[in-house]
């Protein structure tokens, strides 16, 4: 009964081909993701794979698809009609930033012999070792990491493939290329001649609205962790008169939106609009997020991945895991981390690592890198000259 449902909700809001799709070389399996590829992948002739049933706009149907996904029929119908696709497409490669989707790992391990699947990572990881923690808890009756089988894998950097070999994360090939959208902003910022203003905030605190993440790890006060961050933050720089900036994750700046709902659940008025009041929008043609931590003295937050990437613009952060639960754990320790502490402690660390230099502060975390970088931002240009190696 669901099945059909979808089916026919899917039908009724996209338009029928009756035709086959267009052939190209290069294949993005799956929209979502794709603006990581802006203006940094060479090769611009590419067609898109939707591989969401809420994204798709255009359904094909042909003898020959309906031929192939007989030929190649398995459990779920979807699966067999996007790998038909692929098959009457031909593409050279197929390339994703979807890097945790189960439906690219799914039909990478059909057709990885018959055509070249390249996954690159958009986020920090978290995915691996919550997906071990959910089954050993009884949540999960599967281990979901048995999913993953990603033949190339371009990711951060070290920290990513020791996590892929501590949680056998079926992966054949690896490539350290860093963050592809930090290399976006820089290129950005280059190209438009733009100026960062240093320390333009004392702190920016990135918003992790974490609805449902209770229910996820069947706790009560996982949700009021990561909002006592917030709480802490905006009274710290009450106190202190710092400058402050909260860094959201939705476009438009409405109380209405399931964001900032969700923080009025553990905020109170005053502190509420002082976040508000104090927002950095998303943006991802002006990069947005990324100018407000560079323009920062100290980015915090308790796991986003624009922690790491802050680090990897050689600035400061400081990473707050209220939570109580390991899970959170930033994987670097020291001045950069706090586990549950209190504010005196909260405040001091945050007085102590706004009054010393980044190379000071870079120091005495060990110069980490979480975040593979190159000084003349070519992160990309690894991709690129294999993706050319491949087509010409």
Not at 93 to 120: G, M, P, Q, R, W
Not at 247 to 271: C, G, P, Q, V
Not at 341 to 364: G, M, T, V
Request: glycine share 2%; charged share 25%.
């Amino acid at each position: 009964m669901k099945l059909l449902y979808k089916i026919s909700k899917l039908i009724l809001s996209s338009k029928i081909k009756f035709q086959n799709p267009e052939k190209t070389d290069l294949l993005i399996f799956d929209e979502v993701g794709k603006d990581i590829f802006n203006n940094i992948l060479y090769y611009k002739n590419y067609s898109i794979l939707e591989a969401r049933y809420e994204n798709i706009k255009n359904i094909y149907i042909t003898w020959k698809i309906i031929y192939l996904m007989l030929k190649n029929l398995r459990k779920n119908l979807f699966t067999c009609y996007l790998i038909s696709l692929i098959k009457i497409i031909k593409p050279k490669i197929i390339i994703t930033t979807i890097d945790n989707s189960f439906k690219f790992s799914e039909i990478a391990k059909i057709l990885y012999k018959d055509f070249i699947f390249i996954a690159v990572q958009n986020a920090s990881r978290y995915d691996f070792d919550r997906n071990e923690r959910l089954f050993k808890n009884g949540s999960l009756k599967q281990n979901d990491n048995k999913k993953f089988f990603l033949p190339n894998y371009y990711c951060f950097g070290d920290l990513e493939i020791a996590d892929c070999k501590k949680f056998n994360i079926k992966v054949l090939e690896f490539y350290k290329v860093g963050s592809l959208r930090l290399a976006q902003y820089l290129k950005y910022l280059k190209e438009n001649n733009i100026q960062i203003e240093s320390n333009k905030y004392d702190i920016s605190l990135i918003s992790e609205s974490s609805a449902g993440k209770d229910k996820l790890w069947k706790q009560v006060g996982v949700e009021e962790g990561f909002a006592k961050i917030v709480k802490f933050t905006i009274n710290v720089c009450k106190r202190n008169n710092l400058n402050f900036t909260f860094i959201r994750k939705r476009k438009h700046k409405n109380l209405a939106t399931s964001e900032m709902s969700w923080y009025k659940n553990f905020l109170d008025e005053s502190e509420f609009n002082f976040i508000n009041e104090n927002s950095t929008l998303v943006s991802k043609e002006n990069f947005n997020s990324y100018k407000a931590i560079h323009q920062s003295n100290i980015c915090m937050g308790t796991c986003s991945t624009l922690l790491r990437e802050k680090l990897a613009l050689r600035g400061k952060i400081l990473v707050s895991n209220f939570t109580h639960l390991d899970h959170y754990d930033f994987p670097l320790k020291g001045l950069c981390f706090l586990k549950d502490p209190s504010f005196d402690e909260f405040e001091q660390r945050i007085l102590k690592i706004l009054k010393i230099e980044n190379n000071e502060y870079l120091a005495q975390i060990n110069d980490a890198q979480l975040i593979e970088m190159h000084e003349d931002n070519t992160q990309f240009d690894i991709l690129n000259k294999n993706i050319r190696k491949i087509l010409n």
